[in-house]
């Protein structure tokens, strides 16, 4: 499969960028093709431009300024995102990259007529996330209601394959994990991983 792994935290000390490594390592030993973004080494601009905010839902969307992630997202068999979860959601950076990049035309169809939206990321037949909250699970699920998780698997994930293939792993509880609640998952992922 060719597969496409996003990755969003400043820092490449990180245990989030050790598990970007991880995933892009796994996937390419069992013979994947992979597509490592790195959307803070890359420089990405996360903000809409007026110009795109202004044609986002017209006849055409100019996303010319990220015409090469478009691309790439449509190239793909499979996504993964890897991130940490800030105030219980995406970093802004990544969420930048879905506001500019899965627009109309790439991620969805848009019927101006009865303001329809038709998903258009067909080609895309697995979607995972792998990802960590400050927060123990309890808090992020029962208190905060785990908004995150219902952006990804309800509003992007809808988008891409019928039937698509999907995970969502997540280390909770990351301001009082330890060397070996960290290992643990990390060694989870690439099992994890490794099925695909």
């Known amino acids: 499969m060719r597969i496409q792994v996003v990755h969003c935290h400043p820092l490449t000390?990180?245990?989030?960028?050790?598990l970007f490594e991880a995933i892009v390592g796994t996937l390419a030993k069992n013979g994947h093709q992979v597509v490592a973004t790195d959307l803070y080494r890359e420089g990405f601009q996360p903000a809409m431009t007026g110009h795109e905010r202004a044609t986002?839902?017209?006849?055409?969307?100019?996303?010319?300024?990220?015409?090469?992630?478009?691309?790439?997202?449509?190239?793909?068999?499979?996504?993964?995102?890897?991130?940490p979860?800030?105030?219980?959601?995406?970093?802004a950076v990544l969420k930048g990259w879905v506001d500019r990049v899965w627009g109309p035309g790439i991620a969805f169809d848009y019927d101006p007529k009865d303001c329809r939206l038709t998903p258009a990321l067909r080609n895309i037949r697995l979607f995972g996330v792998v990802t960590?909250?400050?927060s123990p699970w309890w808090v992020v699920a029962l208190f905060a209601g785990n908004a995150?998780?219902?952006?990804?698997?309800?509003?992007m994930k809808p988008m891409c394959a019928r039937g698509v293939r999907s995970?969502?792993?997540?280390?909770y509880d990351m301001d009082h994990s330890s060397e070996t609640s960290r290992?643990?998952?990390?060694?989870?992922?690439?099992?994890?991983?490794?099925q695909i």
């Not at 006849?59 to 499979?78: I, Q, W």
């Not at 995970?167 to 280390?171: E, G, K, R």
């Open 13 to 18: 000390s990180s245990y989030n960028h050790a």
């Open 56 to 83: 986002y839902m017209q006849e055409r969307y100019d996303r010319s300024a990220v015409a090469e992630y478009c691309e790439t997202l449509k190239s793909v068999d499979g996504l993964i995102l890897c991130f």
């Open 85 to 91: 979860h800030w105030w219980f959601s995406m970093p």
């Open 132 to 134: 960590t909250y400050g």
């Open 148 to 155: 995150g998780k219902k952006v990804l698997m309800r509003g």
């Open 167 to 171: 995970f969502y792993m997540a280390h």
């Open 183 to 194: 290992h643990a998952f990390l060694d989870k992922v690439r099992r994890r991983i490794s």
